[in-house]
T-cell receptor, first 111, second 113 residues
Framework: EDQVTQSPEALRLQEGESSSLNCSYTVSGLRGLFWYRQDPGKGPEFLFTLYSAGEEKEKERLKATLTKKESFLHITAPKPEDSATYLCAGTFTGGGNKLTFGTGTQLKVEL | NAGVTQTPKFQVLKTGQSMTLQCAQDMNHNSMYWYRQDPGMGLRLIYYSASEGTTDKGEVPNGYNVSRLNKREFSLRLESAAPSQTSVYFC????????????FGPGTRLTVL
């Protein structure tokens, strides 16, 4: 069964303190790796899609990278407004467009 | 564009009652999905509709039914609600069935007493 595991479960950073969130997946034909941001009481908001190992995408203070076994979401000089839960999900060969989600990393950025 | 909209935002039911959650998208997407989100668990797929006129079971379909009313609308029905169905329900849509990005609605928070 395809699985997506995120770590850490929770992360507390000071404003400006860069860090990375991890998303690892079982190697069974990854077709697409997705990152979403979810604020409390809201639906997941799409951030990035990665399809190939070595691919990178950036948006403001966020950069997502992909290897053959895992993806990282790098947060550079975070601000309090970056506080949210970050969700990783994958689609795998044989699963159609079924997204398999991790349980998320809850990020809190403090002043 | 409103994107994906869901109604209602909140609902409280008693065990055994029925209700329908409504979802609509204005992005002309072909595929639509229903997920549930529970604490400590990832979002799980309940049902999906790869294209208008088709529906299929996802990971946790028991206790639910769906209707793809037209290209824009996809509803989720609980025929006899149970406390185990207390959850937050999200509707999503994507342009095509495949590896396309799914866009999510704001969710419906359902409590079954």
């Amino acid at each position: 069964e395809d699985q997506v595991t995120q770590s850490p479960e929770a992360l507390r950073l000071q404003e400006g303190e860069s860090s990375s969130l991890n998303c690892s997946y079982t190697v069974s034909g990854l077709r697409g790796l997705f990152w979403y941001r979810q604020d409390p009481g809201k639906g997941p908001e799409f951030l990035f899609t990665l399809y190939s190992a070595g691919e990178e995408k950036e948006k403001e203070r966020l950069k997502a990278t992909l290897t053959k076994k895992e993806s990282f979401l790098h947060i550079t000089a975070p601000k309090p407004e970056d506080s949210a839960t970050y969700l990783c999900a994958g689609t795998f060969t044989g699963g159609g467009n079924k997204l398999t989600f991790g349980t998320g990393t809850q990020l809190k950025v403090e002043l | 564009n409103a994107g994906v909209t869901q109604t209602p935002k909140f609902q409280v039911l008693k065990t055994g009652q029925s209700m329908t959650l409504q979802c609509a998208q204005d992005m002309n997407h072909n595929s639509m999905y229903w997920y549930r989100q529970d604490p400590g668990m990832g979002l799980r797929l309940i049902y999906y509709s790869a294209s208008e006129g088709t529906t299929d079971k996802g990971e946790v379909p028991n206790g639910y039914n769906v209707s793809r009313l037209n290209k824009r609308e996809f509803s989720l029905r609980l025929e006899s609600a149970a406390p185990s169905q207390t959850s937050v329900y999200f509707c999503a849509s994507s342009e095509r069935w495949g590896t396309d990005t799914q866009y999510f609605g704001p969710g419906t928070r359902l409590t079954v007493l």
